[in-house]
Antibody, heavy 116, light 110 residues
């Protein structure tokens, strides 16, 4: 069975960085890509970017360019999303999801709290 | 800036049928946008319902269906049930590994 299990709650100060992990299991890791999506409290879903698990090619949302990095580790079948220079606007639940023709399997989400 | 438009809210009676739509600010939604639909209840991760316009994800009941309605993608729920009360998001693929989410439609079943 396919599972994406994300790391736990993060509490960060403004200006800090956060790195969220997404451990994949139950399928051939390099056959798919990942996308990252976030959801601020009471708000809708926001697409953040995409990474190929095979080649590591990335595409980031324009508003996050320069602050976000997505990586994968094929040896541990884990995807990572790092966001730098955090502000209160970055406080959200961050989801990883598997992508091929469409976003199909989702992780459970990781809450990132930004507070001084 | 590309905007994906959805009705902010909708209501349906139990057992009724409702169609939610997904539009694109730059024109008509087409198969090349691979429209997909996701259901989310508060505090939960989204659940994939429909992808590539009308393909149901594994385990999704057949009362959920996807189609086009005019220039928009559409999600129809037939025989609505109480646990269909959720927020529904559509996503369009813009090419070059870029997706964009609609703002979501909050569906009330009452």
């Amino acid at each position: 069975q396919v599972h994406l299990v994300q790391s736990g709650v993060e509490v960060k100060k403004p200006g800090a960085s956060v790195k969220v992990s997404c451990k994949a299991s139950g399928y051939t890791f390099t056959n798919y890509a990942f996308t990252w999506v976030r959801q601020a409290p009471g708000q809708g879903l926001e697409w953040m970017g995409w990474i190929s698990a095979y080649k590591g090619d990335t595409k980031y949302a324009q508003k996050l360019q320069g602050r976000v990095s997505m990586t994968t580790d094929t040896s541990t079948t884990t995807a990572y999303m790092e966001l730098r220079s955090l502000t209160s606007d970055d406080m959200a639940v961050y989801f990883c999801a598997r992508v091929l023709d469409a976003i199909d399997i989702w992780g459970q989400g990781t809450m990132v709290i930004v507070s001084s | 800036q590309t905007v994906v438009t959805q009705e902010p809210s909708f209501s349906v009676s139990p057992g009724g049928t409702v169609t939610l739509t997904c539009g694109w600010s730059s024109g008509s939604v087409s198969t090349s946008h691979y429209p997909s639909w996701y259901q989310q209840t508060p505090g939960q991760a989204p659940r994939t319902l429909i992808y590539s316009t009308n393909i149901r994800s594994s385990g999704v009941p057949d009362r959920f269906s996807g189609s086009f309605l005019g220039s928009k993608a559409a999600l129809t729920i037939t025989g609505a049930q109480a646990d269909d009360e959720s927020t529904y998001y559509c996503v369009l693929y813009l090419g070059n590994a870029v997706w964009v989410f609609g703002g979501g439609t909050k569906l009330t079943v009452l």
